[in-house]
C-alpha cells in the first residue's frame, strides 16, 4: 500500500475546507433572521406579553346642537352722509368774524361767520334814500292827479319808479344778509376753508358742514340675489373702529336697475348716525334675508376641507366615523345641518387633520371644556419608584 501523495492530501483539506464553509453560510443567516422576526413580535406586544393597542389620536370635539340661523348676503362698503352741504360765500369781502370751528355742532340758519358788511350797508342807504325821495313825489302825484293837474301817464310813471326803488332796497338789504355767513343745514362742521382775516370772493367754499343723524353705506350686490334682498330688511353691520360691537340698520332702498358691465345692482343701507358712527368709516354689513329656528347646526370648521361633499368626522365608541351631510344656510362660523346627523352628535373640530375613518380618538376637549385624562399604568409605576 503506497502512502498519500501530496496531492491526495491537499484534495482533502479543500473538501474540509467547503463543507466549513456552507456550515457557516445558512444556519448563522437563518437565525439572525429568526432574531429580528422575534424582536418584531416582541415590539407588537407589551411588556407582559399582551398585544399593544394602536395608538388613538387627541381631539377636540363640539356637541351638535339646535339654534337659530340666520340667511344673509354679506358684504363691505363705507358710511356716507347723505346729508351733507358746502357752504359758500354769497358775498365778497374781508371775513371779520368767525363764529364757528370744525367739529362744532351747529343748527340751520346759524351764522357761522361774517364778513365786511361797510360796502352793503351804504347801498342799502343809498336805496333807502331813493324810495324815500320817490314816495314823496308819488304822495304830491297822487293830490295832483286828484285835482287833474297831471296826466295819469306821469302819475304812473312816478308809482312805477317808487315800486323799482322800492325792489332795489330789498336787493340792497337781500346783499347785507349775505355778509352773515349761514348754515343751510344742522349737523356737525366738517370742514373749515377761510381764516378770520383772508378775503372771501364770491361763492367761495367757506365750510363743510355734515349731517351725521343719518348715514347710509351703498353695496354693489350681484344679480342672484336680487329675488331675495327688499327694501326694510334688517342689517347688522361691524366697523373696524369699534371693534366688539354690532350696529343695527335697515335696507332703505334697492335699485331696481342692473349695471351691465360688473352684473350688479346698488343696495342701501340706512343706519341711525346719533351713536358713534361717523362717516367715512369702513364696515362689515350682513343683510338678513330669512331666518330658521330650532335647526340642527354645527361650527364650519368641523368640516373636512379635502372632501367634495361636505362630510365631518363624528365620535362614535372611541372610534372617528366619517359621516357625509347635507348643509343648509350657512352664516358665519355656523352652519346648518338638514340630513346626515343628529342632536347630540359629537363633532371633531381640531385634530380632524390627523385622524383617519374608523381610527383611534381621545377626546381631550368637549364644547371647550378640558376633559380629565386617565393616568396610565407605566406612569404609575415610575412613580411608584
Same mark, same amino acid.
Given at each position: 500500500?503506497?502512502?498519500?501523495?501530496?496531492?491526495?492530501?491537499?484534495?482533502?483539506?479543500? $473538501?474540509?475546507?467547503?463543507?466549513?464553509?456552507?456550515?457557516?453560510?445558512?444556519?448563522?443567516?437563518?437565525?439572525?433572521?429568526? %432574531?429580528?422576526?422575534?424582536?418584531?413580535?416582541?415590539?407588537?406586544?407589551?411588556?407582559?406579553?399582551?398585544?399593544?393597542?394602536?395608538?388613538?389620536?387627541?381631539?377636540?370635539?363640539?356637541?351638535?346642537?339646535?339654534?337659530?340661523?340666520?340667511?344673509?348676503?354679506? /358684504?363691505?362698503?363705507?358710511?356716507?352722509?347723505?346729508?351733507?352741504?358746502?357752504?359758500?360765500?354769497?358775498?365778497? /369781502?374781508?371775513?371779520?368774524?368767525?363764529?364757528?370751528?370744525?367739529?362744532?355742532?351747529?343748527?340751520?340758519?346759524?351764522? $357761522?361767520?361774517?364778513?365786511?358788511?361797510? %360796502?352793503?350797508?351804504?347801498?342799502?342807504?343809498? *336805496?333807502?334814500?331813493?324810495?324815500?325821495?320817490?314816495?314823496?313825489?308819488?304822495?304830491?302825484?297822487?293830490?295832483?292827479?286828484?285835482?287833474?293837474?297831471?296826466?295819469?301817464?306821469?302819475?304812473?310813471?312816478?308809482?312805477?319808479?317808487?315800486? *323799482?326803488?322800492?325792489?332795489?332796497?330789498?336787493?340792497? %338789504?337781500?346783499?347785507?344778509?349775505?355778509?352773515?355767513?349761514?348754515?343751510?343745514?344742522?349737523?356737525?362742521?366738517?370742514?373749515?376753508?377761510?381764516?378770520?382775516?383772508?378775503?372771501?370772493?364770491?361763492?367761495?367754499?367757506?365750510? %363743510?358742514?355734515?349731517?351725521?343723524?343719518?348715514?347710509?353705506?351703498?353695496?354693489?350686490?350681484?344679480?342672484?340675489?336680487?329675488?331675495?334682498?327688499?327694501?326694510?330688511?334688517?342689517?347688522?353691520?361691524?366697523?373696524?373702529?369699534?371693534?366688539?360691537?354690532?350696529?343695527?340698520?335697515?335696507?332703505?332702498?334697492?335699485?331696481?336697475?342692473?349695471?351691465?358691465?360688473?352684473?350688479?345692482?346698488?343696495?342701501?343701507?340706512?343706519?341711525?348716525?346719533?351713536?358713534? $358712527?361717523?362717516?367715512?368709516?369702513?364696515?362689515?354689513?350682513?343683510?338678513?334675508?330669512? =331666518?330658521?329656528?330650532?335647526?340642527?347646526?354645527?361650527? =364650519?370648521?368641523?368640516?373636512?376641507?379635502?372632501?367634495?361633499?361636505?362630510?365631518?368626522?363624528?365620535?362614535?365608541?372611541?372610534?372617528?366615523?366619517?359621516?357625509?351631510?347635507?348643509?343648509?344656510?350657512?352664516?358665519?362660523?355656523?352652519?346648518?345641518?338638514?340630513? /346626515?346627523?343628529?342632536?347630540?352628535?359629537?363633532?371633531?373640530?381640531?385634530?380632524?387633520?390627523?385622524?383617519?375613518?374608523?381610527?383611534?380618538?381621545?377626546?381631550?376637549?368637549?364644547?371647550?371644556?378640558?376633559?380629565?385624562?386617565?393616568?396610565?399604568? /407605566?406612569?404609575?409605576?415610575?412613580?411608584?419608584?
Amino acid at each position: 500500500m503506497h502512502s498519500p501523495s501530496k496531492y491526495d492530501k491537499t484534495a482533502a483539506l479543500l $473538501l474540509v475546507f467547503t463543507m466549513l464553509l456552507s456550515a457557516c453560510g445558512g444556519k448563522p443567516d437563518n437565525a439572525e433572521a429568526a %432574531r429580528v422576526e422575534a424582536g418584531a413580535e416582541q415590539g407588537k406586544n407589551s411588556k407582559d406579553g399582551k398585544p399593544k393597542e394602536p395608538e388613538s389620536v387627541p381631539v377636540e370635539v363640539v356637541t351638535a346642537a339646535s339654534q337659530s340661523i340666520n340667511a344673509s348676503y354679506a /358684504g363691505t362698503a363705507n358710511l356716507e352722509a347723505p346729508n351733507e352741504a358746502q357752504v359758500v360765500a354769497k358775498s365778497s /369781502g374781508v371775513m371779520v368774524a368767525q363764529l364757528a370751528e370744525e367739529g362744532d355742532t351747529v343748527r340751520q340758519g346759524q351764522v $357761522l361767520a361774517r364778513i365786511d358788511p361797510a %360796502r352793503a350797508q351804504l347801498e342799502v342807504q343809498r *336805496s333807502q334814500a331813493t324810495v324815500n325821495k320817490l314816495s314823496n313825489n308819488y304822495a304830491r302825484a297822487q293830490e295832483l292827479r286828484k285835482q287833474n293837474l297831471i296826466s295819469a301817464e306821469a302819475h304812473d310813471q312816478i308809482r312805477f319808479d317808487l315800486e *323799482s326803488a322800492k325792489a332795489g332796497l330789498n336787493l340792497a %338789504r337781500l346783499e347785507l344778509s349775505y355778509t352773515n355767513v349761514t348754515a343751510p343745514i344742522s349737523g356737525v362742521i366738517a370742514q373749515r376753508m377761510v381764516k378770520q382775516g383772508n378775503l372771501v370772493t364770491l361763492n367761495a367754499p367757506v365750510f %363743510r358742514i355734515v349731517n351725521t343723524q343719518y348715514l347710509e353705506a351703498v353695496m354693489n350686490v350681484p344679480e342672484r340675489e336680487l329675488a331675495l334682498i327688499k327694501a326694510g330688511m334688517p342689517v347688522r353691520m361691524i366697523v373696524d373702529a369699534v371693534p366688539g360691537q354690532v350696529f343695527e340698520g335697515r335696507v332703505d332702498r334697492v335699485s331696481p336697475v342692473m349695471e351691465a358691465g360688473s352684473g350688479t345692482f346698488r343696495v342701501t343701507c340706512a343706519f341711525d348716525g346719533k351713536q358713534i $358712527l361717523r362717516p367715512g368709516m369702513f364696515g362689515r354689513f350682513e343683510i338678513i334675508y330669512d =331666518r330658521r329656528e330650532n335647526v340642527l347646526t354645527i361650527p =364650519r370648521t368641523a368640516m373636512l376641507e379635502d372632501e367634495t361633499d361636505p362630510a365631518v368626522y363624528v365620535v362614535r365608541a372611541g372610534k372617528a366615523v366619517r359621516a357625509p351631510i347635507k348643509l343648509g344656510y350657512s352664516n358665519g362660523e355656523i352652519a346648518e345641518v338638514v340630513s /346626515g346627523l343628529k342632536t347630540g352628535d359629537r363633532i371633531i373640530t381640531a385634530g380632524k387633520v390627523s385622524v383617519r375613518d374608523g381610527g383611534g380618538v381621545t377626546v381631550i376637549a368637549i364644547d371647550g371644556k378640558t376633559v380629565a385624562q386617565p393616568k396610565k399604568d /407605566g406612569k404609575k409605576a415610575d412613580s411608584g419608584k
